[in-house]
């Protein structure tokens, strides 16, 4: 809690948005910023200078950034902007993969960029937006102002670390060549989270949720030679819509698919995360870890830093999180752009499979769910056992110390785990936001801590075979009808995403089927003409098995239309 605290110091807002500010080029988070190639950049004093130098110096403190670097660019006293302009404009830095990767550049149907960021506060060129030579040339004229622009009142010094990093390895940029500062929160930045490794989070898909439907992926930051226990308190990086209160559903689906809602990337201790997915939401977790460099690690987080107060409008199924985490990845290897591969949608465990084939993510480990650990632990059960407990949960615990005592210790402590495991899953079912725990709880716990019986965790059997091992999500089918009363028919299906039961289940929840978007055209093979057949917006199927401790309710819902023959009867549902 302490070290929590230490943190919220950093905090923008109520949502945990960490500041984002940087550190002298001396002041890395870990590894010293080589320079490839001098600029011819040496340090330079303002002793006079002409009244050229002072003038960009002027429009660079007043954040008229153009204007300061086409005054640079006519200052024949070679001075130190100029001469950054100048090295920048011969190595070609704006067209670096590097440099857009940092600014989110994409190539638009034109030919032209444009940067998928959507906060004109990122920006330091009026024209940065579209024009990533501009904002370079801002950027370096903006490192010489000394004035705090809005929204966090911080220099582009303090606020841009990872261009800085970058454009200091490029340009070979002299500390004493700029205004001195410091930049305290970005250094407290770096020494709370101490990051050596970075783990990509993967929750499963989760039906009953329209937002997790397809999973959800996050990072979390590791420190060095850590526990898999303490990892819990590390924390986690995570983009997500960030919706108001109060939107109805409807709203919710059309502003979602529409990029109605802004995106945003927030931190978080990442215990707080496992248990809404694990214990609330009741969602396997696979944690895969990155295979990067510490400097990659380093510029990764430099990049998180400067887009926690930036927004993307969010779209469901394309620019989505698992879309944005991938971006945020791609300054760790400018050169492979990954997310070039997604277009009209990206389906989180398709990412981990684009991390996989380019050698950035390891094998995964598995995180069982709150409830199939439970049943785990209920199938290690003696049945007189499972039924004890059954009847203290039927009767408020009452009589349970005399059921209790004709059983032996390992017995007693089978009964009792259990029940405490049961009480926390149904204490959260009830109530997410609850903390600590309940007058039962305490009363199971009293009774298990007399035992003087180590706790066994069940054996809990993972899934056959990890996400990224499982088939493609998009799926092209070829199909042959032929019935007594109608032609023979053959259909071509289209279906983007994601599952259905007809798929191979190794690697997905074989309890559930989401189709999107499944489209089947028809050739009538005697009337040569050819039709749609049919058109699945979306059907989602969630068939749970119920048992003696839970009975989930299985449900469909689907809205499609079907041309049930080539003699034009249709069906709508």
Known sequence: M???????????????????SSVQPAEQMSTTATPTTTAGATPTTTAGATATVAAWRLAANQ?????????????E??????KLLAAARDRNLATDSQWRSFLHYKSTFAGSWKSQV???HFFLSVNGKRDPEAELEATLAAFFSDTPKPPLRLTAYCRFVARRYWLTEQLAMHADLLPHRDCLEFDRFVDYLDADTLTLVFPTAHPNSPSSAF?????????KEQRQESRLLNMSINFAAEVPPGVSSAAYAIRGLGGGFPGRFRMLPYHMKLREYSQIENRDTWEYPLILDKRSVDLVLRHAYEMLISEFDYFFFSENCSYHLLSLLEVARPSTPL?????????????????????????????????RTLRARR???????????????????????ESLAVLDAAGQANVLDLLSDYERYDRLKSNPSAQGSNDRERTILSRRSRLGVRTIQPDVVPPAAPPDAGHGTARLSVLYHETEKGPPIAELQLRPAYHDFRDPSAAFDDKAAIQLGLIGVARDLEDDRSF???????RIESIEPRGEFFKPISWHTRLDWQRRTADARHEFT
């Open 2 to 20: 302490r070290m929590f605290k230490v943190l919220a110091t950093l905090i923008f807002s109520a949502c945990l948005v960490v500041h984002a």
């Open 63 to 75: 954040g008229a950034y153009d204007q300061a670097v086409a005054l640079a660019a006519d200052d």
């Open 77 to 82: 006293t070679d001075s130190a902007l100029s």
């Open 118 to 120: 959507d906060a004109p």
């Open 215 to 223: 999973g959800h992926t996050l990072l979390r930051v590791d420190k």
């Open 339 to 371: 997310t070039d591969d997604f277009g009209l949608w990206t389906i989180p465990v398709d990412t981990i499979r684009a991390l996989r084939a380019v050698g950035l993510a390891d094998q995964g480990r598995f995180i069982p769910s709150s409830i």
């Open 379 to 401: 199938a290690g059960m003696s049945e007189g056992e499972a039924r004890m407990a059954l009847e203290a949960l039927a009767t408020d615990l009452h009589g349970l110390d």
């Open 532 to 538: 749609v057949r049919r058109f699945t917006l979306i």
